[in-house]
Nanobody, 114 residues
Framework: VQLVESGGGLVQPGGSLRLSCAAS????????MRWYRQAPGQEREWVAT????????YYADSVQGRFTISRDNAKNTTYLQMNSLNPEDTAVYYC????????WGQGTQVTVSS
């Protein structure tokens, strides 16, 4: 199982980023996928979930209306479009497969700062 997150970076408040998570080693199209984040000194927190077909999505209250989770099963990739970013969104972002909860990628750093 391999999960490779990318797309992070430094962005100004109000800006946008699109994160990607490339998955391999398991049947991606059968798995609900999730995004998490971990800020310095804090617990890892759930951000968003998308079901295997992409038909249903869920979001944490803190990102509802600003973030959009999506997936492309042909590419074994899930995405997180992040808009209206604020400094509280600064964290390392990770993706995770619901049925493989112990597998994590290296994460991608998102820093929101002016």
């Amino acid at each position: 199982v391999q999960l490779v997150e990318s797309g992070g970076g430094l962005v100004q408040p109000g800006g946008s980023l699109r994160l990607s998570c490339a998955a391999s080693g398991f049947t991606f199209s059968s798995n609900t996928m999730r995004w998490y984040r971990q800020a310095p000194g804090q617990e890892r927190e759930w951000v968003a979930t998308i079901t295997s077909t992409g038909g249903i999505t869920y979001y944490a209250d803190s990102v509802q209306g600003r973030f959009t989770i999506s997936r492309d099963n042909a590419k074994n990739t899930t995405y997180l479009q992040m808009n209206s970013l604020n400094p509280e969104d600064t964290a390392v972002y990770y993706c995770n497969a619901f049925r493989l909860p112990h597998y994590w990628g290296q994460g991608t750093q998102v820093t929101v700062s002016s």
